[in-house]
T-cell receptor, first 117, second 109 residues
Framework: GAVVSQHPSWVICKSGTSVKIECRSLDFQATTMFWYRQFPKQSLMLMATSNEGSKATYEQGVEKDKFLINHASLTLSTLTVTSAHPEDSSFYIC?????????????FGDGTRLSIL | RKEVEQDPGPFNVPEGATVAFNCTYSNSASQSFFWYRQDCRKEPKLLMSVYSSGNEDGRFTAQLNRASQYISLLIRDSKLSDSATYLCVVNENGNQFYFGTGTSLTVIP
């Protein structure tokens, strides 16, 4: 089945560091990938939709200069949390689906647990 | 109004019980529907797609009611390992996916 790989799975960094998270579709191509954030005991919140070869679409309230998204190929999207602060600590998850089939479900990466000290 | 509404629970049921979750959606043109399971501190994993005629996978049955715009998930003979958060997901037009807030289920010995 479709697999999405996310890396790294766990990051602990000092405040002010920028952190890059990668999301790869392993056996299918994805023109669109999605980035979510989830705080403890809360729902998944869509941050942005990553579009291959064009700018990402950000949800209301998500700072595009803070969360840089690059989708340079059909199998890779990256999310960079710039100058991270403790309030950015969260569980970040990407998802993607095979673009060839309109009714396919999304498949999620394993998630990245980000802790900013 | 939210695109997808889901009762957050929590549902606490004894082992062996049958439990059902519902999820309503607002866009009648929604195309496809899914149930995901999310364990604590893990990513959501696809449990099953929901087909118009209803579908079953072992102890799990999913149904879609387009007229009333809701989907349901029925779990029979609950196991301790079924304890998780169950998310309904609605796909509106290819790349628009909307998530419910999730329903928390705890199966008690």
């Amino acid at each position: 089945g479709a697999v999405v790989s996310q890396h790294p799975s766990w990051v602990i960094c000092k405040s002010g560091t920028s952190v890059k998270i990668e999301c790869r579709s392993l056996d299918f191509q994805a023109t669109t990938m999605f980035w979510y954030r989830q705080f403890p005991k809360q729902s998944l919140m869509l941050m942005a939709t990553s579009n291959e070869g064009s700018k990402a679409t950000y949800e209301q309230g998500v700072e595009k200069d803070k969360f840089l998204i690059n989708h340079a190929s059909l199998t890779l999207s990256t999310l960079t949390v710039t100058s991270a602060h403790p309030e950015d600590s969260s569980f970040y998850i990407c998802s993607a689906r095979d673009w060839r089939y309109s009714n396919q479900p999304q498949h999620f990466g394993d998630g990245t647990r980000l802790s900013i000290l | 109004r939210k695109e997808v509404e889901q009762d957050p629970g929590p549902f606490n049921v004894p082992e062996g019980a049958t439990v059902a979750f519902n999820c309503t959606y607002s866009n009648s043109a929604s195309q496809s529907f899914f149930w995901y399971r999310q364990d604590c501190r893990k990513e959501p994993k696809l449990l099953m797609s929901v087909y118009s005629s209803g579908n079953e996978d072992g102890r799990f049955t999913a149904q879609l009611n387009r007229a009333s715009q809701y989907i349901s998930l029925l779990i029979r003979d609950s196991k301790l390992s079924d304890s998780a958060t169950y998310l309904c997901v609605v796909n509106e037009n290819g790349n628009q996916f909307y998530f419910g807030t999730g329903t928390s289920l705890t199966v008690i010995p």
